[in-house]
């Protein structure tokens, strides 16, 4: 195992109110996922076994627990450099997302309609996203490649008809998503968005997900978007329409939502279509989404080969 110099206790007092970030990676070409602690990774593949061999089977067999108690007192077995990051469940049996879900968001249409009675909804893939530090895709089909940064609920206990008192129960953590996409196919058709919503690695999530513990009051979250570190989306999330515990009780009314799932809540003002003239993401962009307490989300951009 390599030495990042943690100390004993700096990885006592991280761990001891059960504050955890856990990351899926790839590593000498191995799947992988572990708890990041200041720039190093414990690895918890090599600690749980088989039975545990990723993040959705901790999940899914409700083993949290079982984490905090393998990685008491340990150091790092690699650094952070050493990995590349994979979208923190790479593997979830939905990824939901939730359009125009900010007050100003729905007045940035300008087409005079009042907020919407029920949130937008559609799926993406995971084949779509990328992890954090990797470059996400313009295809040759479309220059209108855009961002959308957006904060992720993983999904901890599954369930239907979810009440929204209990919504926490159900939460597992958090993480970040830049829900990329293409504009204009987006307008390709009048019901739907899927097309231009689903483009092979236009959008990522990542770094990881951070277990509600560490996070504190999700009532407090906000969410800034820079592109080449200028400052584009800035929001806090009272300014939501449909609040966390109303999107699981109305998802869960008609999905049975699973461990590992994942939900992306919406995007504040500021996307790049909204400008005028708009302004898309071309080569060699950064684009940074940052949630205090959960994380930083970098990607930059390259053009799909033909």
């Known amino acids: 195992r390599c030495c990042i110099g943690a100390s004993l206790s700096s990885i006592?007092?991280?761990f001891g109110k059960k504050k955890m970030k856990i990351a899926s990676y790839e590593k000498d070409g191995l799947a992988g996922y572990g708890v990041v602690i200041d720039n190093g990774?414990?690895?918890?593949?090599?600690?749980?076994?088989?039975?545990?061999?990723?993040?959705?089977?901790?999940?899914?067999?409700d083993a949290v627990d079982k984490i905090r108690s393998v990685i008491e007192n340990q150091d790092p077995d690699f650094s952070l450099d050493d990995?590349?990051?994979?979208?923190?469940?790479?593997?979830?049996?939905?990824?939901?997302?939730?359009?125009?879900?900010?007050?100003?968001r729905n007045?940035?249409?300008?087409?005079?309609?009042?907020?919407?009675?029920?949130?937008?909804?559609?799926?993406?893939t995971p084949g779509s996203f990328v992890g954090h530090n990797h470059d996400i895709l313009r295809p040759i089909e479309s220059d209108q490649l855009d961002y959308e940064g957006e904060i992720v609920l993983v999904i901890g206990k599954g369930g239907r008809r979810i009440k929204p008192e209990n919504y926490l129960q159900h939460i597992a953590g958090l993480s970040i998503m830049n829900e990329g996409t293409i504009r204009d196919w987006v307008r390709h058709a009048k019901f739907n968005v899927t097309q231009g919503k689903n483009f092979a690695s236009s959008g990522s999530i990542g770094p990881w997900m951070v277990t509600t513990e560490e996070v504190g009051d999700l009532n407090q979250l906000s969410i800034q978007t820079r592109v080449?570190?200028?400052?584009?989306?800035d929001d806090v999330i009272s300014n939501m329409i449909f609040k966390f515990p109303y999107l699981l009780n109305y998802l869960s009314t008609f999905f049975e939502l699973k461990p590992g799932d994942l939900i992306a809540t919406g995007t504040p003002v500021g996307a790049g279509?909204?400008?005028?003239?708009?302004?898309?993401l071309?080569?060699?962009?950064?684009?940074?989404?940052?949630?205090?307490?959960?994380?930083?989300?970098?990607?930059?951009f390259i053009d799909e080969s033909g």
């Open 12 to 14: 006592s007092k991280t």
């Open 41 to 61: 990774i414990i690895d918890l593949k090599a600690r749980l076994g088989s039975e545990l061999s990723t993040l959705i089977d901790v999940l899914r067999r």
């Open 83 to 104: 990995v590349n990051f994979q979208i923190p469940v790479p593997v979830p049996e939905k990824i939901i997302c939730i359009g125009v879900n900010y007050g100003n």
């Open 107 to 124: 007045e940035e249409y300008k087409d005079g309609s009042e907020a919407p009675q029920f949130p937008s909804v559609f799926l993406r």
């Open 228 to 233: 080449n570190n200028e400052l584009r989306q």
């Open 273 to 280: 279509a909204r400008f005028d003239p708009p302004i898309w």
């Open 282 to 300: 071309k080569p060699g962009d950064i684009l940074e989404i940052e949630v205090p307490n959960v994380g930083k989300l970098q990607n930059t």
